[in-house]
């Protein structure tokens, strides 16, 4: 049996389909409706509309077996709590888009697995810290700031940096605990000058380790106990000019999760000594 394609469920269904996403009402009320029942009232001050404007959305909603009248107003129905989902991330992903575009619109995505990039939401609260010609050293500067504010440093990345390295030997020799994930393609580079000299320094600290990833990386990021800072490629070659930095507990609890993807089937390079 032949499965049947998107375009053909979008086909049969897509009265419904536009009965939501075209009606402002009706997605604030299925996304309201996501953290609990609500009453009328409620209902008004959340979406900043009038009874008589609320009252046939509802209907519609009830129609459709996503809402149902409650005890205390209104609530999702068991098909509404399956859709709701759906619909608030589809939300939130147009908003990190809306709201980041210059940063992921210029940018390769691809090596950040497919499991992350749907919880791409987490990142909404980050910012665009960009080098220009007034602060021509902005990003790097922002590294310094969150190396120095962090406890522990978590990292993957592809490129190196004599600074960024200097950095993150200073962060060692304080105490910090740092785990950095490579590309296979730099391991040749750190037996090359400054990093060899860097490396030998940190020789058995146990605070310290680099792991080689087995699969391709084509972003750098850093993740550490209060902060997260993305940077991709564009065109093939590393935008270090262009960082998303994020202080939101979500971002960096999805920086923690994706450092952990890449560390989990990684081979230690230069391991802290047991």
């Not at 008589?52 to 709590?81: F, N, S, W």
Request: charged share 25%; net charge negative.
């Amino acid at each position: 049996m032949t499965a049947t394609s998107p375009l053909e469920i979008y086909n049969e269904s897509h009265d419904d389909l536009q009965a939501i996403f075209r009606s402002r009402l009706m997605t604030q009320v299925l996304v309201a409706l996501g953290s609990g029942s609500r009453s009328l009232s409620t209902l008004r001050d959340i979406t900043g509309s009038s009874s008589q404007a609320l009252i046939p959305k509802l209907r519609q909603l009830e129609a459709l077996h996503y809402v149902e009248q409650a005890r205390d107003g209104y609530a999702l129905t068991p098909i509404g709590r399956l859709v709701e989902p759906e619909v608030e991330r589809l939300v939130t992903l147009m908003g990190v888009m809306e709201r980041h575009r210059e940063f992921w619109a210029g940018h390769d995505i691809e090596s950040i697995p497919p499991e992350f990039l749907r919880e791409i939401g987490h990142l909404y609260n980050a910012k665009v810290v960009k080098d220009a010609e007034e602060d021509i050293h902005a990003v790097y500067t922002a590294f310094l700031t969150i190396t120095r504010k962090a406890s522990r440093i978590r990292g993957v990345s592809s490129i190196m940096s004599p600074l960024l390295a200097d950095a993150l030997r200073e962060a060692a020799m304080d105490g910090k605990q740092i785990e950095l994930v490579i590309s296979r393609e730099l391991i040749s580079g750190l037996a090359a000058e400054p990093y060899s000299t860097m490396l030998e320094s940190l020789k058995g600290r146990a605070n310290f380790g680099i792991y080689v990833s087995p699969q391709p990386v084509r972003f750098g990021m850093t993740v550490t106990d209060g902060y997260l800072s993305l940077g991709l490629y564009r065109r093939g070659m590393y935008n270090a000019a262009l960082d998303l930095i994020s202080t939101d507990a979500a971002a960096v609890a999805w920086g923690e999760r994706l450092f952990q993807y890449y560390k989990a089937d990684s081979r230690a390079l230069w391991a802290p000594p047991e």
